[in-house]
């Protein structure tokens, strides 16, 4: 099941509505002195190809936009820890500015859920008398918010609120909150009173908690489907969130200032940045198109111009990665966005010669810019990471082939721009096939023919919020122990076989393994080295040499649970996770974050520090499959 859309018309807020927001809190904030400390849950297990480069040396942009918005309000005592680069912080021990926080909040991703809990769980061991107001976010809280509550009375802690949206609901709050704090009141008790009377359910995009007796949620309120910002250029300025980093250590405390602005680039070299937001594909195991509510967003040319500016001139950053879905997907607009970064010359010197930029598009949109793949280089794009995910398109159709796949790889190739296809390895492929082009290797064959400069393959996996997620559980595809090992979140992230029906599932984990290694090894290395320079400079023999390293990671880390899927027992799910606390929207019908729910049985019985609650699921689960962005 897909996240719900808003009524018709009503899935963007009224223009102008965010910068408003801005506005009033800035006045706000004069007359609070608020200290907020944000965390990003990073889950270590997860390092491995093909993220093991940028999962820890770019600062996320979600983290940073939520310290830019607090930031742009007036509250500049905000502080970002990357558990990427802070593996040893201690919620508990935190304190900034001499100061407990007012608020803690936590950034996560699906498959980070076990620290982002863990994080909840020692921020509420904090004195109540001190304990900040505890808030997640992010992509997990969007998708899944009712995972991060908890069902067990042992361990009750659970965060105060879960924001389901971007920076406009999570400004909302804070404005509902801020008017009705009075003097220093603690942010969690004046959360308590915004609650109790009402207020917040005028906040589309939260979920909270009504807690029962023993500490544990009784029923979670769902406030709604966020409205989305249409015109991107009302975000606050992404420079904010970089002044506000923890120095990366070993410490489980706060250091006394944030990371200095000339030494951001030495841990986060390449910079995200949101430039677009949207697909016009509607491929079934994606959640994005429904996320957006069929809308595609966009900042204009000359805001990703200054951003990119500014964000050189002051922190030096030169690589930049556009969180793009597909930036290619309004023909006019991205044209309009290359145009205007080839020509733009702010502070005196081309944009186009100082910083490079990569982002995500699919192989139709980039055949239909093939005119302008020059100019697109001139802009400073370097690399399009493209999901190919099969080139026989027996996956999946999005007007990709064989024969469309070699011809956009060429023409990038031959604009300076470097192809790094995405694939997606699924049951019915084989790892060979004799005489067809249907076989993974056969596929990376003809990738690397073409001029792939690196390789992702995943193999489909569950994802929360696409069409697909109900049936994969109803189907029996989606393993819950095997040996008795339990298939943890972090394992969600597609380099782990966790949902087959093929008969021998290791066979799988073996054939992704097989994969990289035909793509990245030693003799590629060689004779890449070897040949004439092409127009890509150096950049394959580099992304091998980080593909051969990280393969390593990859043996080390899933070599084990193939033995586990090859010699012991599989035990499957046959019900989509689904809340285990009844949830409800405000006006008491079907929430609309818990989409699993057609019938259920409420049966309260707190399993054991498990996520969820005892009801039981019977209908209309939903399953997902989504292992590509
Ligand atoms: C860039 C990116 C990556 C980069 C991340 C690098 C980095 N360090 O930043 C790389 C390539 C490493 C990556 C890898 C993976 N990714 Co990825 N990635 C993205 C992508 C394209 C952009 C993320 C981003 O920066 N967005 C821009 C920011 C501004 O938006 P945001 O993160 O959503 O944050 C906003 C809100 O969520 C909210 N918010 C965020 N944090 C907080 C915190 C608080 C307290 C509050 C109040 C609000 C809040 O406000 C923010 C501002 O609007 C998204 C898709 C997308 N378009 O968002 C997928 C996405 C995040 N990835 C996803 C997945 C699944 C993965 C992988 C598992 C691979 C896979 N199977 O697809 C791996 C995991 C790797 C790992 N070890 O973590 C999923 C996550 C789904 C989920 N349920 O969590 C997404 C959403 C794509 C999808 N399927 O829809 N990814
Ligand atoms: S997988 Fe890619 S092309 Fe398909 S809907 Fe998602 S973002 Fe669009």
Same mark, same amino acid.
């Given at each position: 099941m897909e996240l719900p859309r808003r009524t018709r018309g009503d899935e963007l807020l ?94 996560s991703m699906g498959?980070?859920e076990?620290?982002c809990r863990?994080?909840v ?13 505890i808030i997640v976010g992010g992509s997990h809280g969007v998708y899944e918010p009712f995972k991060v509550f908890s069902t067990d009375p042992?361990?009750p802690?659970s965060p105060d609120v879960v924001v389901t949206g971007e920076?406009y609901v999570f400004?909302s709050l804070?404005?509902v ?14 959360f308590a009173?915004a609650r109790d009377s009402g207020a917040l359910d005028e906040v589309p995009g939260l979920v909270y908690p009504l807690n029962g007796r023993n500490g544990v949620a009784e029923e979670l309120v769902d406030t709604g489907i966020q409205p989305l910002v ?48 949207g697909?016009?594909?509607n491929c079934p195991y994606c959640p994005i198109p429904a996320y957006n509510q069929r809308q ?71 055949? #239909?810019?093939?005119?302008?793949? *020059?100019?697109?280089? %001139? $802009?400073?794009? =370097?690399?399009?990471?493209? /999901?190919?995910?099969? +080139?026989?398109?027996?996956?999946? #159709?999005?007007?990709?082939?064989? *024969?469309?796949?070699? %011809? $956009?790889?060429? =023409?990038?190739?031959?604009? /300076?721009?470097?192809? +790094? ?40 996996v569950p994802s929360p919020g696409t069409k697909l997620y109900n049936g994969t559980y109803t189907s029996g595809q989606v393993?819950d ?8 979140p972090?394992?969600h ?6 949902a ?73 799910l046959h019900e989509q996770p689904a809340s285990l606390i009844p949830m409800r929207s405000i006006g008491g019908s079907q929430a609309d974050h818990d989409l699993a729910v057609i019938s259920l049985t409420v049966e309260r019985s707190a399993p054991?520090?498990q996520t969820g609650n005892g009801s039981k699921r019977t209908a209309g689960q939903r399953v997902e499959h989504a292992?590509?962005?």
């Amino acid at each position: 099941m897909e996240l719900p859309r808003r009524t018709r018309g009503d899935e963007l807020l009224k223009p102008g509505e965010l910068t408003a927001t801005r506005l009033r809190l800035r006045k706000l904030a004069k007359k609070h002195d608020l200290v907020t400390v944000i965390a990003c849950a990073f889950d270590h297990r997860t390092r491995m190809l093909p993220f093991i480069y940028a999962d820890t040396r770019m600062a996320p942009a979600g983290i940073r936009a939520i310290g830019s918005a607090l930031a742009d309000a007036g509250f500049e005592k905000t502080r970002l820890v990357l558990q990427q680069w802070n593996r040893n912080f201690r919620p508990s021990r935190m304190q900034l500015d001499g100061r407990v926080p007012d608020m803690f909040m936590v950034s996560s991703m699906g498959m980070h859920e076990a620290p982002c809990r863990a994080m909840v769980r020692d921020a509420s061991r904090i004195d109540p008398k001190h304990r900040p107001l505890i808030i997640v976010g992010g992509s997990h809280g969007v998708y899944e918010p009712f995972k991060v509550f908890s069902t067990d009375p042992a361990q009750p802690a659970s965060p105060d609120v879960v924001v389901t949206g971007e920076e406009y609901v999570f400004l909302s709050l804070l404005e509902v909150l801020l008017t009705v704090r009075a003097g220093n009141e603690s942010m969690r008790s004046a959360f308590a009173r915004a609650r109790d009377s009402g207020a917040l359910d005028e906040v589309p995009g939260l979920v909270y908690p009504l807690n029962g007796r023993n500490g544990v949620a009784e029923e979670l309120v769902d406030t709604g489907i966020q409205p989305l910002v249409g015109d991107l250029d009302e975000l606050p300025h992404p420079i904010l969130g970089y002044r506000l980093l923890e120095p990366p250590g070993r410490r489980a405390t706060l250091g006394t200032h944030a990371l200095p602005a000339d030494r951001v680039r030495k841990y986060s070299p390449i910079s995200s940045i949101v430039m677009t937001f949207g697909c016009k594909f509607n491929c079934p195991y994606c959640p994005i198109p429904a996320y957006n509510q069929r809308q595609f967003r966009t900042k204009s040319p000359e805001r990703i111009a200054d951003e990119m500016h500014r964000l050189n001139k002051e922190y030096g950053h030169r690589y930049f990665f556009g969180t793009d879905d597909n930036f290619f997907n309004d023909h006019t607009r991205a044209l309009d966005i290359i145009e205007t970064l080839a020509r733009a010359e702010p502070g005196g010197s081309r944009l186009g010669r100082r910083v490079r930029w990569g982002t995500e598009a699919t192989i139709h949109d980039t055949l #239909k810019m093939k005119d302008h793949l *020059d100019l697109a280089h %001139e $802009a400073g794009c =370097r690399a399009l990471w493209i /999901g190919v995910e099969d +080139m026989t398109a027996t996956l999946i #159709k999005k007007g990709q082939s064989v *024969d469309k796949t070699t %011809e $956009a790889f060429r =023409r990038l190739r031959t604009a /300076g721009i470097c192809p +790094m296809p995405m694939m997606m390895h699924h049951d019915a492929q084989p790892l060979y096939t004799r005489g067809s082009d249907y076989g993974l290797l056969n596929q990376i064959r003809l990738l690397k023919k073409a001029g792939a400069v690196s390789l992702q393959v995943l193999m489909l996996v569950p994802s929360p919020g696409t069409k697909l997620y109900n049936g994969t559980y109803t189907s029996g595809q989606v393993f819950d122990r095997v040996g008795g090992r339990r298939v943890d979140p972090y394992m969600h992230d597609g380099n782990y076989i966790i949902a087959s029906h093929h008969k021998h599932p290791w066979m799988k984990q073996l054939n992704l393994m097989a994969a990289y290694l035909y793509f990245y090894n030693v003799g590629s290395l060689l004779a890449l080295l070897l040949r004439k320079k092409t127009n890509v400079g150096d950049k394959p023999a580099s992304m091998q040499l980080i593909g051969i390293i990280g393969l390593g990671h990859n043996i080390y880390r899933t070599f084990g649970w193939a033995c586990r899927l090859m010699f012991r027992k599989i035990e499957r799910l046959h019900e989509q996770p689904a809340s285990l606390i009844p949830m409800r929207s405000i006006g008491g019908s079907q929430a609309d974050h818990d989409l699993a729910v057609i019938s259920l049985t409420v049966e309260r019985s707190a399993p054991n520090g498990q996520t969820g609650n005892g009801s039981k699921r019977t209908a209309g689960q939903r399953v997902e499959h989504a292992a590509s962005h």
